[in-house]
């Protein structure tokens, strides 16, 4: 059953693509915007769906429930800003600002209008992070001894103009693709003391120093081999027992005498049931909108908090220094 709902989406590039998918299923209304007049007319053809080349024009014209950014990140504070003026609920797309300063104002904004705002930090809605959660949280294999992330793939060439290859406006690796797994750290662990980031903006490591006697770390990278595959996943070592997960093979629980699949036994949710992260985290946008609920499984505090600590990766990047963390 569709929730009765209108949504613009904004961005007809390769997430835009992905979220009318998705919200299509999901929803009564989708009305496309794209500056891509005719890539953007063709994908709203597609879906059978009303189309505008300019979003105010389309705030002004519809009653829109929530919007959906689709940009390049250096156009998300412009077009959030906006449809807060017009008092239109937000879901968009990591990273949701280009500073630290621009998401403390969205947040702000979005908190003084009594606005929903969520950011697509999918990987949240993933059932193997999600154990992982659960097995720190309530230390069914002791406390945490160690924990490693990591992210790599190709370097995109799917951004229209290939935005994302320009390291000014992407932010590289370390701010659109390695930014997933700060928000799993910070949403794992809390925010860390401090961060030490070694490599270039393409490809990168960081230490997330915390009070507890835990070693986090996080790696990602866009390769330079074009069909080198992506690969996402973690390494978490506990005082009796070790997760390991990747994408391709899955995840598996190894105690003292035994190898598992711990998700086989584990009760999940509606918002996991879906092996696309996307799914997940829109079904459960949608559940807060319609009951009138803050997203406490992605709260904007947290996601501001994800921000300010890339940031300060980046900061140490350039600086070769670590950074502590001011919030």
Not at 144 to 153: A, K, P, Q, T, Y
Not at 172 to 184: E, R
Not at 216 to 245: D, H, L, M, Q
Request: hydrophobic content about 40%; glycine content about 6%; aromatic content about 10%.
């Amino acid at each position: 059953m569709k929730h009765n709902i209108t949504v613009g989406i904004i961005g007809s590039g390769f997430m835009g693509k992905i979220h009318i998918e998705v919200l299509n299923d999901l929803v009564e209304t989708v009305i496309l915007c794209s500056a891509d007049e005719e890539g953007g007319k063709a994908l709203a053809k597609e879906y059978d769906c009303k189309f505008y080349n300019n979003y105010i024009e389309m705030f002004e014209a519809e009653k829109l429930d929530f919007v959906s950014v689709c940009l390049p990140t250096h156009l998300h504070y412009q077009a959030v800003m906006k449809a807060f003026e017009y008092g239109i609920n937000v879901l968009c797309e990591k990273p949701f600002a280009s500073s630290a300063e621009q998401a403390r104002e969205l947040v702000s904004v979005a908190e003084e209008k009594n606005l929903l705002l969520m950011v697509g930090h999918g990987v949240r809605f993933l059932k193997s992070y999600e154990y992982l959660k659960r097995c720190i949280k309530d230390q069914r294999f002791g406390k945490m001894v160690s924990l490693e992330l990591f992210r790599h793939g190709g370097m995109p060439s799917w951004s229209v103009g290939n935005w994302l290859a320009d390291l000014s406006r992407s932010g590289g690796a370390l701010g659109d693709f390695h930014i997933h797994d700060t928000d799993m750290i910070i949403n794992l662990l809390g925010s860390p003391k401090s961060v030490l980031t070694v490599g270039s903006m393409k490809a990168s490591q960081t230490i997330y120093r915390y009070e507890e006697e835990v070693a986090v770390s996080a790696s990602g990278s866009w390769r330079g081999a074009k069909k080198y595959p992506f690969t996402a996943g973690f390494e978490a070592n506990f005082e009796t027992a070790c997760i390991k997960f990747d994408n391709r093979n899955g995840i598996r629980l190894y105690t003292v005498d035994s190898e598992t699949n711990p998700l086989a036994d584990e009760q999940f949710n509606e918002f996991y049931e879906s092996n696309s992260a996307v799914e997940n985290e829109m079904k459960y946008f949608c559940h807060c909108l319609v009951n009138k609920l803050q997203p406490e499984l992605c709260p904007p505090a947290e996601s501001l908090k994800t921000i300010i600590v890339n940031c300060a990766e980046a900061e140490s990047l350039k600086n070769k220094v670590e950074i502590v963390i001011e919030f």
